[in-house]
């Protein structure tokens, strides 16, 4: 009974290098989001995916893409890191397809830090 | 002003206390309203909805006030397992309008 599942869990990289952000969910959802999670700033959407297929941006999508790669699979890429994008890093997913919709389900996080 | 804003404590009781949280929000046509668990280096974990009659779970009682645009999570007798950080989280109609806040600390002291 996995539920949602991001790897790596730690990871440190150096300014400019690229890096992708796996998360797989095993619960047949419709719903995937990515998430940064910041000290003092509550949780912020980066990316979301209401069905496969589709994604959309959120709060703070600049210097991030991501991938819907199936019913499953929600990848967020980083292209060239920055410092202000180390941080923890969530991948969430919901039943839900229409909105409202809360994510209902966490993955364990990504402790990012770019030096 | 933040569209939603917590407390962020750190609130110490003992353990068998009772211990309450505001939660404010901006925005008057939010529509939804949750409270979340975050244990320490750990993800978020849904706790409770919160409806506008308020509603009870166990321990835990959340409400909410619509007209000075806030909500509220009460813990009765409180556990040293209770101790994490309670996210309150508000959204809008749209989907991509999810607001979590920044978390009230709780610690249960033996």
């Known amino acids: 009974n996995a539920g949602v599942t991001q790897t790596p869990k730690f990871q440190v990289l150096k300014t400019g290098q690229s890096m992708t952000l796996q998360c797989a969910q095993d619960?047949?959802?419709?719903?995937m989001y990515w998430y940064r999670q910041d000290p003092g700033m509550g949780l912020r959407l980066i990316y979301y995916s209401a069905s496969e297929g589709t994604t959309d941006k959120g709060e703070v999508p600049n210097g991030y893409n991501v991938s819907r790669l199936n019913k499953r699979e929600f990848s967020l890429r980083l292209e060239s890191a920055a410092p202000s994008q180390t941080s923890v890093y969530f991948c969430?997913?919901?039943?839900?397809?229409?909105?409202?919709?809360?994510?209902?389900?966490f993955g364990d996080g990504t402790r990012l830090s770019i030096l | 002003r933040k569209e939603v804003e917590q407390d962020p404590g750190p609130f110490n009781v003992p353990e068998g206390a009772t211990v309450a949280f505001n939660c404010t929000y901006s925005?008057?046509?939010?529509?939804?309203f949750f409270w979340y668990r975050q244990d320490c280096r750990k993800e978020p974990k849904l706790l409770m909805s919160v409806y506008s009659s308020g509603n009870e779970d166990g321990r835990f009682t959340a409400q909410l006030n619509r007209a000075s645009q806030y909500i509220s999570l009460l813990i009765r007798d409180s556990k040293l397992s209770d101790s994490a950080t309670y996210l309150c989280?508000?959204?809008?109609?749209?989907?991509?309008?999810?607001?979590f806040g920044p978390g009230t600390s709780l610690s249960v002291i033996p």
């Open positions: 925005n008057s046509a939010s529509q939804s």
């Open positions: 969430a997913s919901s039943e839900a397809r229409g909105s409202p919709s809360i994510p209902q389900h």
């Open positions: 619960m047949n959802h419709n719903s």
């Open positions: 989280v508000v959204s809008k109609t749209s989907y991509d309008k999810v607001i």
